[in-house]
């Protein structure tokens, strides 16, 4: 069965922080307002950041702030190749400029450069030691490239300098959970719902009660999952897995059916859903979602199975 576990912290740099705007356009600039702006859409973003870039009025460090926080807007729009011209331009106005470096590393991730994402990320750090989204983004590297141990550190630091930035501890809980330290993941899961309650933290924790073998804690998490987000698959098909293993197959079926109804493409659903019917006596449904596991996943073998017992 489908075991989802995996947290990414893919957070922009502090670009939306710029320091300083210059007095006339912070009172009386719309467009600026709008791309330095911490709640501005992606696309309002990228076309704010424009006007002031276009409009030639600043220099500087305000221009690398405009450049950097359209490469973010850019980039939170999978625009890679675009977000990264914008940020280097940030990096050659403002060489010192640690937000720019840690938005470019984000860049560099997406892309799967690990290595030149930790280039950028070290960067930053050399000249903001303290900057705990670089610790954050940086440790996150390290998750993808196997090495949970300079992961660890590097979340850890990014808490130390900034106790409230919510994603470092999904982070760091997910690495406690890939080296099986249960009461750490559990407890850093539990303060990034304290003070950021979200569909992956609650997943993640129940994951973690799963694994422990403590089904009705895990089912809770689920279902805190299923609240936050009625439209999202995971929280379904997480809660419908716990209740195949409780023996509540009715039940099953039911999250299976929401599940499906919001991504019909799992195929891990259809074959759980089938498993749980063929328990129920209902061998066409049975049949019907096993054929259409393996329409999806030819080798799967479980759907194979109960199917064979059905006769094909």
Same mark, same amino acid.
């Given at each position: 069965? @489908?075991?989802?576990?995996?947290?990414?912290?893919?957070?922009?740099?502090?670009?939306?922080?710029?320091?300083?705007?210059?007095?006339?356009?912070?009172?009386?600039?719309?467009?600026?307002?709008?791309?330095?702006?911490?709640?501005?859409?992606?696309?309002?973003?990228?076309?704010?950041?424009?006007?002031?870039?276009?409009?030639?009025?600043?220099?500087?460090?305000?221009?690398?702030?405009?450049?950097?926080?359209?490469?973010?807007?850019?980039?939170?729009?999978?625009?890679?190749?675009?977000?990264?011209?914008?940020?280097?331009?940030?990096?050659?106005?403002?060489?010192?400029?640690?937000?720019?470096?840690?938005?470019?590393?984000?860049?560099?991730?997406?892309?799967?450069?690990?290595?030149?994402?930790?280039?950028?990320?070290?960067?930053?750090?050399?000249?903001?030691?303290?900057?705990?989204?670089?610790?954050?983004?940086?440790?996150?590297?390290?998750?993808?490239?196997?090495?949970?141990?300079?992961?660890?550190?590097?979340?850890?630091?990014?808490?130390?300098?900034?106790?409230?930035?919510?994603?470092?501890?999904?982070?760091?809980?997910?690495?406690?959970?890939? #080296?099986?330290?249960?009461?750490?993941?559990?407890?850093?899961?539990?303060?990034?719902? #304290?003070?950021?309650?979200?569909?992956?933290?609650?997943?993640?924790?129940?994951?973690?009660?799963?694994?422990?073998?403590?089904?009705?804690?895990?089912?809770?998490?689920?279902?805190?999952?299923?609240?936050?987000?009625?439209?999202?698959?995971?929280?379904?098909?997480?809660?419908?897995?716990?209740?195949?293993?409780?023996?509540?197959?009715?039940?099953?079926?039911?999250?299976?059916?929401?599940?499906?109804?919001?991504?019909?493409?799992?195929?891990?659903?259809?074959?759980?859903?089938?498993?749980?019917?063929? @328990?129920?006596?209902?061998?066409?449904?049975?049949?019907?979602?096993? @054929?259409?596991?393996?329409?999806?996943?030819?080798?799967?073998?479980?759907? #194979?199975?109960?199917?064979?017992?059905?006769?094909?």
């Amino acid at each position: 069965m @489908r075991i989802l576990a995996c947290l990414t912290a893919a957070l922009l740099g502090a670009a939306l922080t710029l320091p300083n705007p210059p007095k006339a356009a912070a009172a009386d600039d719309p467009s600026w307002q709008a791309c330095i702006g911490k709640t501005t859409a992606p696309g309002d973003r990228v076309s704010a950041c424009t006007t002031v870039i276009d409009g030639k009025t600043e220099t500087g460090k305000r221009l690398a702030g405009a450049y950097c926080n359209r490469g973010h807007g850019l980039t939170e729009k999978r625009e890679l190749d675009a977000a990264l011209a914008d940020l280097n331009e940030a990096i050659k106005l403002d060489p010192a400029f640690a937000c720019a470096y840690t938005n470019r590393g984000r860049v560099y991730a997406f892309k799967n450069d690990l290595d030149h994402a930790i280039a950028d990320y070290d960067e930053a750090l050399r000249i903001d030691p303290g900057f705990a989204l670089a610790y954050n983004n940086r440790g996150d590297v390290w998750i993808n490239k196997g090495d949970l141990d300079r992961a660890l550190a590097d979340l850890s630091l990014a808490i130390k300098y900034n106790p409230q930035l919510s994603v470092a501890y999904g982070n760091r809980g997910f690495v406690y959970y890939r #080296k099986r330290d249960a009461a750490h993941a559990i407890a850093d899961f539990t303060t990034e719902i #304290k003070l950021e309650p979200n569909v992956l933290a609650y997943i993640n924790r129940g994951n973690v009660y799963r694994d422990a073998e403590q089904l009705d804690r895990a089912a809770a998490d689920y279902g805190e999952a299923v609240k936050l987000a009625p439209t999202d698959a995971r929280g379904w098909r997480n809660r419908g897995m716990i209740r195949l293993f409780q023996g509540d197959n009715k039940g099953g079926v039911a999250d299976y059916d929401k599940a499906l109804q919001y991504d019909p493409a799992d195929v891990y659903s259809w074959n759980n859903r089938g498993q749980a019917k063929l @328990r129920l006596g209902d061998k066409r449904g049975a049949a019907a979602d096993l @054929r259409k596991a393996l329409e999806l996943q030819p080798d799967l073998q479980s759907a #194979k199975a109960a199917l064979a017992r059905l006769g094909g």
